[in-house]
C-alpha cells in the first residue's frame, strides 16, 4: 500500500499517516460543537438559571474571549513541548470543561464554558499549521475535509440539543454534557502522535522573523477571520431567539439553525480547494460578503417564508469566510511555523472581535426590544467583511510584503 499522497511522513509508515489525518480530522469535530450546541438551549438556560439575554450571550462571548487571550500564545507553547502534545492537553482541558459546565449552577456554567474556550484555542490555531507542515500537497483538499467534520458535528450539536434535553431527565445539562464522549475519543485516537518527534523545517531557522503586527495583509486576515466569527457565533447564540419572535417553536428554530451549519458543508469542502488553484481570492472573498449581506436582508424582512433561504445563504457565506481563513493562514505564509504564528494573531485579535457580536447583539436586543438593530448591526459587520477580503484575497504573502516594505524603508533612508 502506497502512502497517503501529499503527506509529509519523514519515513513514518502509511498507518502512521492515516493516523494522523483521522487524529486531525477527529480534533476538528471538537472545535465547534461545544459551542454550536449552546445556541439552541440558551433559551432554557436563560430561564432556568434566571439570567438576562446580555449574561445569556456571554455563554458563547467567554469561549471567544478565551480564543482571543490563548491564541497568540498556542505557537509558543507548542515550540516548547511540540504541538502533539500542546492538542492532546488541549483535549484534556475540552473533556474538564465539558463536565463542569454540566453542573448546575451559574458558576460551573461559566468555568467550564472559560476551559472550553482556552481548550478549543489550541486546536484553532495549531490544526492549521499542523496541515501545512504534513500535508504540503494536499493543503486545499485537506483544509476542506477538516472543515467539514468541524462543521457537520457543530450542525448536529445545533439541530440535536433540544432532542436531547428532552430524553429523561438529560435537560441542558445532559445534552451539553454527553458531547464529552467525542473528546475522550478524539483523545485516544491523538495519543499515537505523541510518540513521534517532528524535525524543524528547513529554512525557519535562518529566516528573519516576520511582525506579523505591521503587516496590512495580515490585519486584513485577522478583521476577515474576526468578522466572518462575530456573524457566525453571533447567529449561533441568537438565530433560535430571533426565530421564536417570528413564530418558530424553539424546536424548529434549532433546526433552522441546524440548516445554515448544514449549508456550511459543502461549501468548507469546495472553497479551499478552489482557493488554492486561483491566482488570488479576491472573488471568492466578496461573494462572501455579498451572501452575507443578502442572507441578513432576509432575517431583517421577518418573514417566515425566507427564513429557510436565509439561513441557506448565511451558511453558505458563513462556510466561505470560515475555509477562506483557514486558507490563508496557509497560502499568505512561507512555513508551518509563520501559519501558527497568522493564525494566533489573527484568531487572538479576530476572535477578540468577534467576542463583541453575542453580548452586543443581546444588548440591542434588550434595549429597543426588538431584532432589527442587531441585524443592522450584523449587516455593517459585512461591509467589514467585504473590504477586510479584498485586502486578504490579494496574491502574496506576509513575510514578502514585510520584506517589500523594509527595502522600500531602506531605500528612502539612503
Known amino acids: 500500500m502506497e502512502k497517503l499522497p501529499g503527506v509529509y511522513t519523514n519515513n513514518n509508515t502509511t498507518k502512521a499517516s492515516w493516523l494522523l489525518l483521522i487524529g486531525v480530522l477527529l480534533v476538528g469535530t471538537n472545535l465547534r460543537v461545544p459551542i454550536t450546541s449552546v445556541g439552541a438551549l440558551i433559551t432554557f438556560i436563560r430561564d432556568d438559571l434566571g439570567i438576562s439575554n446580555s449574561v445569556a450571550g456571554l455563554i458563547t462571548t467567554l469561549p471567544l474571549l478565551a480564543f482571543a487571550i490563548l491564541s497568540p500564545f498556542a505557537p509558543k507553547i507548542a515550540n516548547r513541548i511540540g504541538m502533539e502534545w500542546t492538542i492532546a492537553l488541549s483535549l484534556a482541558v475540552l473533556i474538564t470543561g465539558i463536565i ?56 448536529l450539536g445545533s439541530g440535536l440539543s433540544v432532542p436531547i434535553s428532552s430524553i429523561g431527565n438529560m435537560g441542558w445539562q445532559g445534552a451539553l454534557g454527553i458531547w464529552g464522549f467525542l473528546a475522550v475519543i478524539s483523545l485516544l485516537i491523538w495519543l499515537p502522535q505523541l510518540r513521534k518527534k517532528r524535525e524543524p523545517e528547513a529554512g525557519v531557522a535562518t529566516e528573519p522573523k516576520t511582525n506579523l503586527w505591521r503587516s496590512p495583509l495580515a490585519w486584513g486576515v485577522t478583521l476577515f477571520m474576526g468578522g466572518q466569527s462575530l456573524a457566525f457565533y453571533t447567529l449561533i447564540t441568537w438565530m433560535p431567539d430571533m426565530l421564536n ?20 458543508i459543502p461549501t468548507t469542502f469546495v472553497v479551499p480547494v478552489i482557493a488554492e488553484r486561483l491566482k488570488n481570492q479576491i472573488g471568492l472573498a466578496v461573494g462572501t460578503a455579498v451572501l452575507f449581506m443578502i442572507g441578513f436582508c432576509g432575517l431583517l424582512l421577518g418573514s417566515v417564508m425566507l427564513v429557510p433561504l436565509s439561513a441557506i445563504l448565511l451558511g453558505i457565506a458563513g462556510g466561505s469566510g470560515f475555509s477562506l481563513s483557514m486558507m490563508f493562514f496557509t497560502i499568505r505564509t512561507k512555513d508551518g511555523k509563520e501559519a501558527a504564528e497568522l493564525s494566533g494573531m489573527a484568531q487572538s485579535f479576530g476572535y477578540l472581535l468577534a467576542a463583541v457580536g453575542p453580548v452586543l447583539a443581546g444588548t440591542l436586543h434588550d434595549i429597543s426590544h426588538g431584532w432589527t438593530m442587531p441585524i443592522l448591526f450584523l449587516l455593517l459587520i459585512s461591509v467589514m467583511i467585504l473590504i477586510a477580503g479584498i485586502v486578504s484575497g490579494k496574491e502574496g504573502m506576509v513575510s514578502n510584503q514585510f520584506k517589500k516594505k523594509n527595502r522600500k524603508e531602506l531605500a528612502r533612508g539612503h
Open 245 to 264: 419572535s417570528i413564530g418558530y417553536n424553539p424546536g424548529t428554530a434549532g433546526w433552522m439553525v441546524f440548516l445554515l451549519q448544514a449549508a456550511l
Open 100 to 155: 463542569i459546565r454540566s453542573i448546575t449552577g451559574i458558576t460551573f456554567l461559566f468555568i467550564g464554558t472559560l476551559f472550553i474556550g482556552l481548550a478549543i484555542a489550541i486546536g484553532n490555531v495549531l490544526i492549521p499549521a499542523i496541515i501545512k507542515m504534513s500535508f504540503p500537497l494536499k493543503i486545499g483538499i485537506m483544509t476542506g475535509i477538516y472543515a467539514v467534520f468541524m462543521n457537520i458535528f457543530g450542525a
